[in-house]
């Protein structure tokens, strides 16, 4: 299991991929910036 992390970033919506694992997911983004990484969830995420 992987920890949870809460990350702000700036990025892009590239569509749905047509091959590999990423074509069993409705969208790739693409992360151009992170502006904020915690582990720390906020608790309007959790609700």
Known sequence: ???E???EFE???EGKADDGFAEDY?????V???I???TEI???CQH
């Open 1 to 3: 299991m992987y920890p």
């Open 5 to 7: 992390v809460y990350i």
């Open 11 to 13: 990025g892009k919506n």
């Open 26 to 30: 409705d969208a790739v983004v693409s």
């Open 32 to 34: 151009e910036k992170v």
């Open 36 to 38: 904020n990484f915690t």
């Open 42 to 44: 906020p608790y309007t």
